[in-house]
Structures are given as C-alpha cells and as structure tokens.
C-alpha cells in the first residue's frame, strides 16, 4: 500500500465497459514526513474518497481484489481514506 493525495478526477467517456460508473481519482504520493513526491497514478475509487484527501492506494494484482473490482483492467485502487499518520512518535498528516 501507499500513502497519496488526491489532486484531481479523470472523466473518460470511451473506457472498457467494466469500468463504467467507476470513478477515477489522480493520485500524488506522499512520502512518511507528509511531503508530496512528483509522482502521480489514477486509480480508482472503492471509498468515495475527494480531493484533498489523504488516502490508501494499493497497487498491482492486488488492486483486483477491492470491492467491486473483480476482473476489472484496473492498476491502482483507493481502498481507505486516512484519518492519521504517525512517524517516528509524531504526527506527520491528521484530517
């Protein structure tokens, strides 16, 4: 799993059926201090997670796994949103 930051919403009208009434979040990474990285993924929405909130992504195989995603051509799904972060005793992101 990662920790990212949702920035943005991807609307795609011509997609694989499968995906339809999916919704598409643009994730940035976030590294442990709560600093952003440049790095940024789509993936998509398993908790109605919106911008500006920190989140949970899985990635690969296992992003199949999530609730109603079974056999779907997803990479990256959002599987929780983040109440609190804690690094080395302190609290690096809180809601």
């Known amino acids: 799993m990662r920790l990212g930051k949702v920035v943005g919403t991807v609307v ?3 997609k694989d059926p499968k995906l ?3 919704k598409l979040l643009v994730i ?4 442990l ?3 952003l990285k440049e790095d940024f993924s789509v993936a998509v929405d398993t908790v109605g997670a919106g911008v500006g909130e920190c989140v949970l992504v899985c990635a ?6 999530a609730r109603n995603l079974q056999d779907c051509p997803v990479d990256a799904a959002v599987i929780g949103i983040v109440d609190t972060v804690e690094h080395d005793g302190k ?3 809180k809601k």
Do not use: I, P, Y
Not at 28 to 31: A, T
């Open 12 to 14: 795609a009208t011509q």
């Open 20 to 22: 339809t009434g999916n």
């Open 28 to 31: 940035r990474e976030m590294q």
């Open 33 to 35: 201090d709560g600093s």
């Open 60 to 65: 690969g195989s296992s992003a199949r796994l």
């Open 91 to 93: 609290v690096v992101f």
